[in-house]
């Protein structure tokens, strides 16, 4: 269970402080971005405009290669866009330096990779402890801190052991740990059940679905597996480096029924890959027949 107890309070948060619920965090507008491959120019990102709201479940989804990440990279401020600006919170990416985005970030955004990065002769308390330290915090507050963190993803009991020791799903779930350590108004995961097998990434998946509703986390989550695009409360599609579509809670919920698949399933992939133009006609029973996707209009909220 996640308890909201020792947190701070922040944007979106059900304890009440900060901004309240619907307070834009996150925004991309009209971005562009352009990559030098020898003489060629690749046009990644094209014209590209979004808002994540305090207190969503943003998904973004699409087929490989379509520009998820490079989406995300982007409203980090890892990457700079071509064209466009780039807010995160009251903060413009484009004025800041590397270093100040960086500053920036470590006090707001915690991190989830679909493959954990790991100081190997750390153990498990340790590992999550560390960002703490570079913020300046003394050893018994920020071990103290860590234990709690990892007593919420329950994994307490393996605080001793080197991470490098734990199963895949074990491991996510001390990354998560890590990622909540710093108290972020907003939580980013890339691709976190990439990994991992069908359960362990279920796992994954409630815990964060309840951080976003029992403690009112932001979460921005990239995702190829369809199968939980049921978590979302906001989600966009990304296919070849524009926003082809846009889904508020009710469109999401639509869309993960009509799909009627589960991971791996041979309608979740006709669905993944489908797409390179808007509202692609997409066989959802197997069958030869066909039936047509499309987004409705956006909710009033």
Known sequence: MVTNSSLKERPGSTSGGGNGRGTVVMS????????????????????????????????????????????????????RPSLGRVMLMDKDFGKMTQDQSADFRKTRVGMVYQQPYWIKSLTVLENVAFPLFLLGQLPNQAYGKALEMLQ?????????????????????????????????????????????????GEELMKLLSDLNKQDGRTIVMVTHDLEYLKYASRM????????????????????????????????????????DTKNKSINLNGNGKTKEIKSEEKDAS
């Open 28 to 79: 991309v507008e009209h971005v562009d971005k352009n990559y030098k491959v020898g003489a060629q120019e690749v046009k990644v990102l094209k014209d590209v405009t979004t808002q994540i709201k305090s207190g969503d479940f943003f998904i973004i989804f699409g087929p490989s290669g379509s520009g998820k990440s490079t989406l995300l990279h982007t409203l980090l401020g890892l990457e």
């Open 152 to 200: 919420q993803v329950g994994m307490e009991v393996w605080k001793d052991y080197s991470p490098t020791e734990l199963s895949s799903g074990q491991q996510q779930r001390v990354s998560l740990a890590r990622a909540l350590i710093n108290d972020p108004v907003i939580l980013v995961a890339d691709e976190p059940t990439g990994n991992l097998d069908t359960k362990s």
């Open 236 to 275: 966009i599609r990304v296919v070849d480096g524009r926003v082809e579509n846009e889904y508020g809670a009710k469109e999401a919920a639509k869309l993960f029924k009509e799909m009627g698949g589960k991971r791996g399933a041979r309608t979740v992939q006709e669905l993944e890959v489908a797409g």
